[in-house]
């Protein structure tokens, strides 16, 4: 089974331009988790969908990020306007509970590498 | 105070030798914890994951987890220069979906 795919794998684009990351996650999977990676901050939780829901955007970083999941198997992270600061690298992931029902087993994509210039 | 910390390393450990890898947690509320390793470029990989006190072992590898103590490890024997990475322990609540991750151990095995 193809796992979680991300586009694009890297990204680089001027500050104030509109940047789309999009997100298929594992087929089945009803969760769906967009993370941010730097070296200052480590890996952040930004936002994260069940069922094309949203649950939880508290760690969403500000009104430029958006993340929409329109079906169970695309999701995007938008930012506009980008800035500088946000260059990072973005992980999406995805999950499934658990056979026994505890456990939440996220199993990540390769990721976005986005520079803001 | 973060909830899950971690020694950032870098830990070097000679080739055979059993590297260990330290994580500790500040929320009771956590029930089970995730390994995970990432190298450099790529993305976190599950390596395993534990819920109940005492150990799981996968492998040459082996999950501790210290409930009272508020403790997870991670054994890795015969290490191998392959296992050279960064390690993620992250937490979760029971019922919850969100996992607490630490900043990571990097892991170097000499040969």
């Known amino acids: 089974d193809a796992g979680v795919i991300q586009s694009p794998r890297h990204e680089v684009t001027e500050m104030g331009q509109e940047v789309t990351l999009r997100c298929k996650p594992i087929s089945g999977h009803n969760s769906l988790f967009w993370y941010r990676q730097t070296m200052m901050r480590g890996l952040e939780l930004l936002i994260y969908?069940?069922?094309?829901?949203?649950?939880?955007d508290s760690g969403m970083p500000e009104d430029r990020f958006s993340a929409k999941m329109p079906n169970a198997s695309f999701s995007t992270l938008k930012i506009q306007p980008s800035e500088p600061r946000d260059s990072a690298v973005y992980f999406c992931?995805?999950?499934?509970?658990?056979?026994?029902?505890?456990?939440?087993?996220?199993?990540f994509g390769p990721g976005t590498r986005l520079t803001v210039t | 105070q973060k909830e899950v910390e971690q020694n950032s390393g870098p830990l070097s450990v000679p080739e055979g030798a059993i590297a260990s890898l330290n994580c500790t947690y500040s929320d009771r509320g956590s029930q089970s914890f995730f390994w995970y390793r990432q190298y450099s470029g790529k993305s976190p990989e599950l390596i395993m994951f534990i819920y109940s006190n005492g150990d799981k072992e996968d492998g040459r590898f082996t999950a501790q987890l210290n409930k009272a103590s508020q403790y997870v490890s991670l054994l890795i024997r015969d290490s191998q220069p392959s296992d050279s990475a960064t390690y993620l322990c992250?937490?979760?609540?029971?019922?919850?979906?969100?996992?607490?991750f630490g900043t990571g151990t990097r892991l170097t095995i000499i040969p």
């Open positions: 992250a937490g979760i609540n029971f019922g919850n979906e969100k996992l607490t």
């Open positions: 992931a995805s999950s499934a509970r658990g056979d026994w029902g505890g456990a939440y087993e996220q199993y």
């Open positions: 969908f069940n069922n094309n829901v949203p649950i939880d």
